[in-house]
């Protein structure tokens, strides 16, 4: 009984959740956040699309971060190039000029901006060489790029990773038995390799997801997945957030390739459930595994089938942004052939063959060869080209600027909520002590009257 009124008396002297949480949103200033999962819905940022013609996913119910202007591509992107017979380890593309005619020469560190004759006689400060010295110092620091592979086993991840990269990133990988794959759970394991192209050096992570839908029951098998990324991105955010923020390590995953079976009907249940509880976390990059498999028609089918269960499901896979205006008419023809493109078609193969008398990168079959490289055969080219060469930095911005400040921002609420519960609860404690004390006081007070009284009347 005593119990219930005290109950009661705190629910009409203190305040309830709902002052705490007007209390947050006063603290927040803004959006407070939404019923159930936070990021369990999410339209597309008006800002983005209206101030720079990109449009992107954005989380309501957390604040609103603009994406800067995409970053200048590089030149001759979406070219055709062939490579092969490269050493392991140390990686040399040794790919082909890349600058194509139609795209201007990068002004980025390769000349200085004011050699030309016209500039002579002229007087200027200076600044254009800002973008050198940027430029000098990246090149200096080093570039990192951290891609998860995720899907099915047996669909060619690391085949492919290793044809992307021209590496051996799973020289160690163990590969289990069908009685060990019943038990396993999803594992994630990840591979570290430093590779370098002409002075400019990339540290790339390649994250992958052994045990992905291999189980009989695999419900929420994408759980795993989710919290490991969202450890990357706790990591980054304590790092950020500590004293010695110089040499931040930064492992947060900027691309998932999720590999999608040549063999059934477009997508899977596990393919949707994958895609939908991580599309808010990281940028999903879907391919279409194994297509030598499949017939042009088949391939062109599978595409279209895929693309409109991506557009039925609400799956948000990775945006390539928008072309500017300015562009000219074949990078733009080339960016729209890009975003048709999805998902890519991919082949992989760790083998050189001879075809036509040239050494490829392909699969042998007694029928003839398919080229990893060759764009009639499938989109490989593309796709490494988008992962590479266009689109890497923007993976990596929008990592930072999308997922990562979403994720900070959901922390950042969920801490304020924290410290405004605590200070409520501080705050009726007090109270309660301020109670007991007026009661003990009016005790001490009463006894004391009566005494006066008794000695009085004695
Ligand atoms: P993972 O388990 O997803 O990493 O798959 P693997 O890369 O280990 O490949 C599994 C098997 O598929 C191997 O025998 C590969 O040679 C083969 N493979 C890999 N890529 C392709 C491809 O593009 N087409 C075909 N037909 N087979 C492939």
Redesign the pocket.
């Known amino acids: 009984m005593a119990a219930n009124s005290e109950v009661n008396s705190d629910s009409e002297h203190f305040p309830k959740e709902d002052s705490e949480d007007s209390e947050l949103e006063h603290i927040l200033g803004h959006h407070p956040p939404r019923e159930g999962h936070p990021f369990a819905h999410h339209g597309y940022h008006k800002g983005d699309s209206e101030g720079e013609g990109h449009s992107r996913p954005h989380t309501p119910g957390t604040p609103t971060f603009l994406r800067p202007a995409a970053a200048p591509r590089g030149p001759g992107e979406l070219e055709h190039e062939s490579r092969h017979g490269a050493p392991r380890g140390h990686v040399d593309f040794s790919l082909l000029s890349p600058i194509s005619p139609s795209r201007p020469k990068s002004p980025w560190g390769c000349y200085d901006p004011y050699e030309s004759a016209e500039d002579q006689d002229k007087e200027y400060v200076g600044f254009a060489t800002l973008p050198n010295q940027v430029h000098r110092k990246s090149v200096k620091k080093g570039f990192d790029f951290t891609l998860m592979?995720a899907?099915?086993?047996?669909?060619?991840?690391?085949?492919?990773v290793n044809s992307l990269f021209l590496t051996d990133l799973?020289k160690d990988r163990k590969?289990l038995n069908a009685e060990e794959r019943i038990t396993q759970t999803v594992e994630i394991t990840k591979h570290t390799v430093d590779i370098e192209e002409k002075g400019v050096k990339l540290k790339l992570t390649i994250v992958?997801t052994?045990g992905f839908g291999d189980a009989v029951n695999n419900t929420e098998c994408w759980k795993s997945v989710a919290d490991y990324i969202d450890q990357q991105f706790e990591q980054y955010f304590r790092d950020e957030s500590g004293l010695n923020r110089k040499n931040i390590q930064d492992n947060r995953v900027h691309c998932c390739l999720y590999?999608i079976s040549p063999f059934g009907h477009g997508l899977r249940p596990l393919d949707v459930e994958f895609m939908k509880a991580l599309h808010e976390k990281v940028n999903i990059v879907p391919v279409l595994?194994?297509?030598?498999?499949l017939t042009p028609t088949e391939v062109k089918r599978k595409k279209i089938k895929i693309r409109e269960e991506i557009e039925q499901y609400g799956i948000k896979i990775y945006q390539f942004p928008d072309c500017d205006s300015d562009e000219d008419e074949d990078f733009k023809q080339q960016d729209q052939e890009l975003k048709d493109c999805i998902p890519f078609a991919?082949?992989?193969?760790n083998t050189v063959v001879e075809a036509k008398g040239k050494r490829v990168r392909g699969?042998l079959y007694p029928w003839g060869i398919?080229e990893v490289e060759n764009p009639a055969h499938c989109d490989f080219v593309k796709l490494r080209n988008m992962l590479v060469r266009t689109h890497m930095q923007d993976l990596k911005d929008v990592t930072r600027e999308t997922h990562y400040e979403n994720y900070r921002a959901h922390c950042i609420q969920s801490m304020t909520r924290m410290v405004v519960k605590e200070r409520n609860r501080k705050k009726r404690n007090l109270e309660h002590l301020a109670t007991w004390k007026a009661l003990y006081l009016f005790q001490e007070w009463s006894i004391y009257v009566v005494m006066v009284l008794c000695i009085y009347f004695w």
């Open positions: 592979v899907g099915e086993s047996g669909l060619g991840k690391s085949t492919l799973y590969l992958d052994p590999f595994a194994k297509a030598d498999t991919v082949i992989g193969s699969r398919v």
